[in-house]
């Protein structure tokens, strides 16, 4: 199974800064990566696919990078409604697997 | 507008069974893979069956193999997981998605909102 890794765990940040949240995969999975945000009591949004692209609605302040085994995904200005946990997801081979998490909370 | 609506959760004994449901709107639901995902307390969210658009193709994780069931009714656009000889372990938040355009290799555009089951004595 392709093992993904992100950092940090959480990710503390004040309103108005920048977001870095990284995942990386056990071997390369070209650019098969889907991120989703998590609120609680609510579904799951996703926010990119193919390492880059946006979903349909999600505001331009997020952005996707990367390819092979290293991503990124940045929050250029951060608002109070970003504060959530982020996951990533390859679907480049089955199993399908997500990372473990990132939380991003209030600093 | 596309939306995904989740009923069946609640609370179960070990090795008794559950039926989750996920009644789909807004989009063509004959033409889509569904996915069923759930995430235990304080977990992440872990991948768990699959079912192609006409049923042919059904996959799960080995931890739920030979003990859900996932299938799908197009007629009534709605997407069932059947759970049997449920264990502690799979206490969890259960999601319904959809994947996208280009299965079985894309991401998950849609959710459901969740039900929580409970397996405990």
């Known amino acids: 199974d392709i093992v993904l890794t992100q950092s940090p765990a959480t990710l503390s940040v004040s309103l108005g800064e920048r977001a870095t949240l990284s995942c990386r995969a056990s071997q390369s999975i070209s650019t098969n990566l889907a991120w989703y945000q998590l609120k609680p009591g609510q579904a799951p949004r996703l926010l990119i696919s193919a390492a880059s692209t946006k979903a349909t609605g999600i505001p331009g302040r997020f952005s996707g990078s990367g390819s092979g085994t290293e991503f990124t995904l940045t929050i250029s200005s951060l608002q109070s409604e970003d504060f959530a946990v982020y996951y990533c997801q390859q679907y480049h081979n089955w199993p399908l697997t997500f990372g473990p998490g990132t939380k991003v909370d209030i600093k | 507008e596309v939306q995904l609506l989740q009923s069946g959760g609640g609370l179960v004994q070990p090795g008794g069974s559950l039926r989750l449901s996920c009644e789909a709107s807004?989009?063509?639901?004959?033409?889509?893979?569904m996915h069923w995902v759930r995430q235990a307390p304080g977990q992440g969210l872990v991948w768990v069956a699959r079912v192609s658009s006409d049923e042919s193709n059904i996959s799960y994780a080995d931890s739920v193999k030979g003990r859900f069931t996932i299938s799908r009714d197009n007629a009534k656009n709605t997407v069932f997981l059947r759970m049997n000889s449920l264990r502690a372990d799979d206490s969890a938040v259960y999601y319904c998605a959809r994947e996208g355009e280009q299965p079985p290799f894309d991401a998950f555009d849609f959710w459901g909102q969740g039900e929580m089951v409970t397996v405990s004595s």
């Open positions: 807004g989009f063509t639901f004959s033409r889509y893979w």
